[in-house]
């Protein structure tokens, strides 16, 4: 059971926007800023990401993150084929002393 | 370019011993904490280590206290990982990533089995 909770999978039409929640606590989101990851088949995650809302350089506009509380959120504004792909939340827990992540989004576009 | 590459995965029995490395290029490893990160085949990551840049402060996951010990050798540029009384639980890819997740390496795997 991963501390912090996302849905197991999501989907939509080339388009579509699609949402995944990411749902914490006060030890780890409530205090802590959140990183989204992508990690596609067979190779390692990539940061998406950062700081709650901020993009890597070349990540593509399409995705935005938000943080609100305990929670926080990514979104893909006009799913394309190549964002199908599993997506990890994280934060630091200052009560565990150590990273949490969700249990992974696996998106589908359809 | 970038990189982090894992070395030292493989097989090994219920109870035994491996070293997993990761050597860094393309970035000075003294200025950065660094974590160890394991995803069971079909499964999530779970995060098992965190080192700070000099290496005096460290923390474990609670699934690998007292059993993992990470280290660095900033001289080297490397990142290690030794794993002791291993079970099959333990069984994942490796691996290592930069700071905040930022630069992942490949992944080694990690196959616990008699």
């Known amino acids: 059971q991963s501390v912090l909770t996302q849905p197991p999978s999501a989907s939509g039409t080339p388009g579509q926007r699609v949402t995944i929640s990411c749902s914490g606590s006060?030890?780890?989101?409530?205090?802590?800023?959140v990183n989204w990851y992508q990690q596609l088949p067979g190779t390692a995650p990539k940061l998406l990401i950062y700081?709650?809302?901020q993009r890597p350089s070349g990540v593509p506009d399409r995705f935005s993150g938000s943080k609100s509380g305990t929670s926080a959120s990514l979104a893909i504004s006009g799913l394309q084929s190549e964002d199908e792909a599993d997506y990890y939340c994280?934060?630091?827990?200052?009560?565990?002393?150590?990273?949490?992540f969700g249990g992974g989004t696996k998106v589908t576009a359809l | 370019e970038v990189q982090l590459v894992e070395s030292g995965g493989g097989l090994v029995q219920p109870g035994g011993s491996l070293r997993l490395s990761c050597a860094a290029s393309?970035?000075?490893?003294?200025?950065?904490?660094m974590n160890w990160v394991r995803q069971a085949p079909g499964k999530g990551l779970e995060w098992v280590s965190y080192?700070?840049?000099?290496?005096?402060?460290?923390y474990y996951a609670d699934s690998v206290k007292g059993r993992f010990t990470v280290s660095r050798d900033n001289a080297k540029t490397s990142l290690y990982l030794q794993m002791n009384s291993l079970r099959a639980e333990d069984t994942a890819v490796y691996f290592c990533?930069?700071?905040?997740?930022?630069?992942w390496g490949q992944g080694t795997m990690v196959t616990v089995s008699s």
């Open positions: 700081s709650n809302n």
């Open positions: 393309g970035f000075s490893l003294s200025s950065y904490e």
């Open positions: 006060s030890s780890n989101i409530g205090s802590n800023t």
């Open positions: 994280a934060a630091w827990d200052d009560s565990l002393n150590g990273w949490v």
């Open positions: 080192i700070s840049s000099s290496g005096s402060s460290i």
């Open positions: 990533a930069r700071s905040a997740f930022d630069i």
